[in-house]
């Protein structure tokens, strides 16, 4: 899996019409599954009078398939809902739900015209989505002598640590989350400002 991909920075709608069917896009971050359904019910409590809200999610990171839901709701069967999820496991944004409201206009769009619209819609929501890094952290304890605490605090930053919680006894120790991908590099350059004397072990 990789240590940071794209995720929705933040809920984001978009519009369209098509042969006088309107079409909604609403999409969000939905980091489980649990919080994607909600999402789902939330957007079919606003537009009661839709006439379907097709929806698809990914719950987890891009492209895997582990956390993933779908439904053409009355739609004919495979033209709403898995082109949707398709088209979100290929975007490359991970943990995002999409729920595409419509209102039928009169005009059939036809089997093929139902899955090029439910595709069109949700890549027209992820043209314009906002996104932000999901960074996969580790936790760590580590625990130094005194002297080095300082110098410890100002490396904190470089690697893009965050202290969770300090103790001082004989010694002084931290709570760290930060990136897996930094872990390593941390781990070197502590052990080489305390001269080998601080203790790090996973949490």
């Known amino acids: 899996m990789a240590d940071r991909y794209p995720i929705p920075a933040a ?60 439904s053409d709701d009355g739609e004919p069967s495979g033209t709403a809902g898995k082109p ?46 906002p996104l932000r890094d999901m960074v996969v952290t580790k936790r760590l304890g580590v625990a130094l002598p005194y002297p080095s605490v300082t110098l410890f605090k100002r490396l904190l930053p470089d690697f893009e640590a965050e202290v969770v919680e300090e103790a001082f006894s004989d010694v002084a120790e931290f709570t760290l989350d930060l990136p897996e991908e930094r872990v390593d590099a941390f781990t070197r350059a502590v052990i080489e400002l305390t001269g080998g004397r601080a203790e790090i072990h996973e949490k």
């Open 84 to 129: 949707m999820l398709n088209t979100l496991l290929h975007s490359g944004v991970g943990e995002i739900a999409v729920v595409v409201t419509r209102w039928f206009g009169g005009t059939k769009l036809g089997t093929g015209g139902l899955v090029r619209a439910y595709t069109g819609l949700v890549n027209l929501g992820l043209e314009s989505l």
């Open 11 to 70: 809920f984001h709608r978009v519009e369209q019409t098509i042969k006088r069917s309107r079409f909604m896009t609403s999409l969000t971050h939905a980091p489980d599954m649990e919080s994607a359904r909600a999402f789902v019910a939330a957007v079919k409590a606003e537009f009661p009078d839709a006439t379907h809200n097709c929806w698809a999610f990914n719950a987890g990171p891009p492209g895997d398939t582990a956390y993933v839901g779908l």
